[in-house]
T-cell receptor
Framework: DAKTTQPPSMDCAEGRAANLPCNHS???????VYWYRQIHSQGPQYIIHGLKNNETNEMASLIITEDRKSSTLILPHATLRDTAVYYC?????????????FGPGTRLSVLP | ETGVTQTPRHLVMGMTNKKSLKCEQH?????MYWYKQSAKKPLELMFV???????ENNSVPSRFSPECPNSSHLFLHLHTLQPEDSALYLC?????????????FGSGTQLSVL
């Protein structure tokens, strides 16, 4: 079962920052937070992941709270092409890929 | 381009047909996966192969038969499927044992069973 809770849907205006929340209150010390997104009928695409420090790459920023019980994915300037389902996943670094468990995610709609 | 290629992109088959889905990864990874995504449902893990050995089978019906001849290729053989098996079938690969392990997905095969 997925160990995360995300809102089912969100809207964001084009050009504005999209902030997608994720709750993972049962996360353990050796579990990473991963974010993927899936554009309609395509395979999920890796976005970013982190353990406890905030992370940034060319796609997004990941903010993890100090107690690690929640995180936020930030798309700084959302475009129409960012419309997708966004998945937040927690996964132990000690286990193999079978522990990438996908929940229902958040459907982000970027509006013109 | 993710480095994981799936063929065919679309497949329509009857319940008595036998078909195969193919996946090839060009990333040098040592693990490959099949996921199923039914309409409006989360991704479900079907099979995992690590170092060419099957390490997980999540109670998938025997009408789905995986084959992993080497670390770069993965097949899903289909026979006597049911209409409820219609779904998007996704292949993924990863490098097991790497601390920052990531899954890389193919574009999927959209399967329709008539």
């Amino acid at each position: 079962d997925a160990k995360t809770t995300q809102p089912p849907s969100m809207d964001c205006a084009e050009g504005r920052a999209a902030n997608l929340p994720c709750n993972h209150s049962t996360i353990s010390g050796n579990e990473y937070v991963y974010w993927y997104r899936q554009i309609h009928s395509q395979g999920p695409q890796y976005i970013i992941h982190g353990l406890k420090n905030n992370e940034t790459n060319e796609m997004a920023s990941l903010i993890i709270t100090e107690d690690r019980k929640s995180s936020t994915l930030i798309l700084p300037h959302a475009t129409l092409r960012d419309t997708a389902v966004y998945y937040c996943i927690v996964r132990s670094r000690d286990n193999y890929g079978q522990n990438f468990v996908f929940g229902p995610g958040t459907r982000l709609s970027v509006l013109p | 381009e993710t480095g994981v290629t799936q063929t065919p992109r679309h497949l329509v088959m009857g319940m008595t047909n036998k078909k195969s889905l193919k996946c090839e990864q060009h990333l040098g990874h040592n693990a490959m996966y099949w996921y199923k995504q039914s309409a409006k449902k989360p991704l479900e893990l079907m099979f995992v192969y690590s170092l060419e050995e099957r390490v997980e089978n999540n109670s998938v019906p025997s009408r789905f038969s995986p084959e992993c001849p080497n670390s770069s290729h993965l097949f899903l053989h289909l026979h006597t499927l049911q209409p409820e098996d219609s779904a998007l079938y996704l292949c993924a690969s990863s490098q097991v044992g790497r601390m920052n392990e990531k899954l890389f997905f193919g574009s999927g095969t959209q399967l329709s069973v008539l």
